[in-house]
């Protein structure tokens, strides 16, 4: 299983980004992604993870209204965009496939992980 997130870069507070993780390698639709960032000196921490289908999202209280999270099935690929960007958004930013086809907010939940993506937010 391979995951390639891409869309991270540098933005200006109030700003928006769009992540993107493209996934290969497994029956994309059969399992749970989730999206973690981990800020210096920071542990990694849940932002968003959604259910197999779709129709169900958790969200970190952190970036909830801010943030939305939704997948393609069809393309094998999980988006976060974010909206309304803060200095404390700044991370690397991990998309994770789960083991199963619920969305979790826990880390163990999940089986792999993409190689990571830099969001820097200016103030």
């Known amino acids: 299983v391979q995951l390639q997130a891409s869309g991270g870069g540098l933005v200006q507070a109030g700003g928006s980004l769009r992540l993107s993780c493209a996934a290969s390698g497994r029956t994309f639709s059969s399992y749970a992604m989730g999206w973690f960032r981990q800020a210096p000196g920071k542990e990694r921490e849940f932002v968003a993870s959604?259910?197999?289908?779709?129709?169900?999202?958790y969200y970190a209280d952190s970036v909830k209204g801010r943030f939305t999270i939704y997948r393609d099935n069809a393309g094998s690929t999980v988006y976060l965009q974010m909206n309304s960007l803060k200095p404390d958004d700044t991370a690397v930013y991990y998309c994770a496939l789960g083991l199963y086809a619920d969305a979790s907010t826990v880390e163990s939940r999940y089986a792999y992980w993409g190689q990571g993506t830099q969001v820097t937010v200016s103030s």
């Open positions: 959604i259910n197999s289908l779709g129709g169900r999202r």
